[in-house]
């Protein structure tokens, strides 16, 4: 019996981390509390919904530079670029608390190999208080789009709203983007806390 009240009286504690797309100009960033027993694919989830990704690509966290580092990612032995000389770990496997409970205060968060949106994720100071669920409490301007080509494509997007007179072409890529004649890209993708959170909430509602 005392066993169990043990168990019940277990809080979860949490993580704050600030999570930041490189390259880009000005900042896109999102800070997020997150439980620390979520697991990295889970982490991976969250990023998904506060950046605006779709979840149709690989990932890997990894401990130093992408490619050439230890990494935290899915099995997935006919996409293994690494070879043997990086550790690769499991991301259903490895919880927040193995990692960030330790020395790590920085890691890089791969999206998409191909496009290669690298983001730095900083580990900030950890909250007192148990948390459930993940929260986005803070962040700053639109994130990309999947697919539209890394860095260079997403400016190359943005270029266009800043022409008077827009060619065939550049119509074309606003309607691939899903962005109405009159919007601009803050008003189909600009950064919404609310929504993120909602989106969020859908995501771990376990």
């Not at 991301?91 to 890089?108: A, E, H, I, P, W």
């Not at 191909?114 to 994130?143: F, M, Q, R």
């Not at 789009?145 to 119509?171: N, Q, T």
Request: proline residues 4%; negative net charge.
């Amino acid at each position: 019996m005392e066993k169990i009240k043990n168990k019940i009286n277990i809080k979860i504690m949490a993580h704050k981390l600030k999570i930041t797309l490189n390259h880009t100009d000005p900042k896109v960033y999102r800070t997020v509390i997150v439980p620390e027993n979520l697991n990295f694919d889970d982490l991976h989830i969250v990023i998904q919904c506060v950046m605006n990704w779709d979840n149709s690509h690989l990932y890997q966290f990894n401990f130093g530079q992408p490619y050439s580092s230890d990494s935290i990612a899915l099995p997935d032995p006919e996409n293994d670029f690494f070879g043997s000389r990086f550790n690769k770990y499991d991301s259903t496997k490895v919880r927040l608390s193995d990692v960030f409970n330790g020395q790590t205060k920085k890691m890089t968060y791969l999206y998409d190999f191909g496009d290669d949106w690298v983001h730095t994720i900083t580990v900030l100071k950890k909250p007192d208080e148990e948390v459930l669920k993940p929260k986005c409490i803070k962040g700053e301007n639109a994130a990309p789009i999947d697919d539209i080509g890394g860095i260079w494509g997403f400016y190359d997007l943005l270029e266009v709203f800043d022409k008077k007179r827009k060619s065939a072409e550049d119509k074309e890529l606003l309607e691939w983007a899903g962005i109405p004649k009159g919007k601009t890209y803050d008003d189909v993708y600009g950064f919404d806390i609310d929504e993120i959170n909602e989106i969020l909430l859908e995501n771990f509602l376990k």
